[in-house]
């Protein structure tokens, strides 16, 4: 029998899958009717659950605000698109203003719809599910009018949860594209803690110059109190910002210590995701570590001659990559 099972709840009309190790209790929640989103992870050892991620007090509040939680799927684009407009292959593309405040559009089009699970299991050590979106079952999201199909795989296992994506192209023409993550990590980690005792430190060699959060195509190197290379200790710096100059064969690793709680959470990606967005909420509660294939508005700036990562995928072919959230005891506690 697997060490592992996955469990299934419903929470007012909406399922829940629950992806669980027998033993000390780990699990991750994952709700395929918002975004595929693994709103819940929360880890034990030692007698003791830390939730990794922020989850939301409610599924109700999950519902109302998608990004504020959890794991959010950022697709066909991560972040923000400058005035919900580009233009592509001689077409010119509205897509509709979803942060109003600045009038962008924000964050892709799939982070708070419908996902189709395909798949969920055990094997000897983890537990999974996959989760679909097809471009052809969801008109609201043709205001994007390029075909697509995602997969999308969480697995529960000993060391961490494992994401797996895939997107392809659907259409008879080229897909423009891009893809993050934008996992939402407490600071601290526990109650009783001190974000005096949080890090974050990631292989990032530059910041992009920001107009409006928006990149003007140029970049920088980091001041000293933003350089991830060193590590930053978190307490009360805000972030709202995006780093590149990533260099990595395969992945790299952007971490977050709380030395207090004596763990480390490593977010490790595949080396084809080439820029890493940090923010941090007002109230400095929780630090968001973000990792995109582009850059904030690429489409836009590759339009303008400036490389920002965007992806053009070809008719019938496939684009994929992975990123782990990893849980390790931390050095010297």
């Known amino acids: ?49 830390v939730d990794i991620l922020k989850a939301p007090p409610t599924l109700d509040a999950l519902r109302e605000e998608p990004v504020q939680y959890g794991i959010p799927v950022l697709f066909p684009f991560p972040n923000r698109i400058a005035h919900g407009r580009f233009a592509f292959n001689g077409r010119t593309v509205e897509l509709p203003i979803t942060e109003p405040e600045r009038g962008h559009a924000i964050h892709g089009l799939v982070l708070d719809r419908p996902w189709t699970v395909a798949d969920f299991g055990t094997e000897d050590d983890s537990a999974y599910i996959v989760c679909t979106f097809d471009w052809h079952d969801h008109p609201e999201v043709h205001v994007f009018p390029y075909p697509f199909a ?36 407490p600071v601290p980690l526990v109650t009783g803690g001190d974000p005096q005792t949080c890090r974050i430190e990631a292989p990032v060699t530059h910041m992009r110059e920001l107009d409006d959060l928006i990149p003007t195509g140029r970049l920088f190197e980091p001041e000293a109190e933003r350089d991830l290379r060193r590590g930053v200790q978190l307490g009360r710096l805000f972030f709202d910002h995006a780093f590149t100059g990533i260099e ?11 030395t207090h709680a004596g763990l480390q959470v490593v977010v490790r990606s595949r080396a084809n995701l080439t820029d890493l967005v940090v923010y941090t909420p007002p109230d400095h509660s929780a630090v968001c570590l973000e990792p995109y294939s582009c850059a904030t508005d690429a489409f836009n700036l590759e339009a303008r001659g400036i490389a920002a990562g965007m992806v053009r995928l070809a008719p019938g072919d496939s684009w994929s990559t992975a990123v782990d959230i990893l849980v390790r005891t931390a050095a010297g506690t």
């Open 150 to 185: 995602l997969e999308y795989t969480i697995r529960l296992t000993a060391d961490g949860l494992h994401t797996r994506f895939r997107a392809t192209n659907t259409g008879d023409g080229l897909l423009p594209m891009g893809f993050g993550l934008h996992p939402w990590f």
């Open 248 to 258: 990595a064969a395969d992945y790299w690793d952007a971490v977050y210590t709380d």
């Open 1 to 49: 029998m697997s060490a592992y099972v996955v469990e299934r709840r419903q929470d007012s009309g909406d399922a829940v899958y629950i992806l669980r190790e027998r033993i000390s209790g780990t699990r991750a929640e994952v709700i395929p009717a918002i975004g595929a989103q693994c709103a819940r992870f929360a880890w034990c050892a030692g007698g003791h659950t």
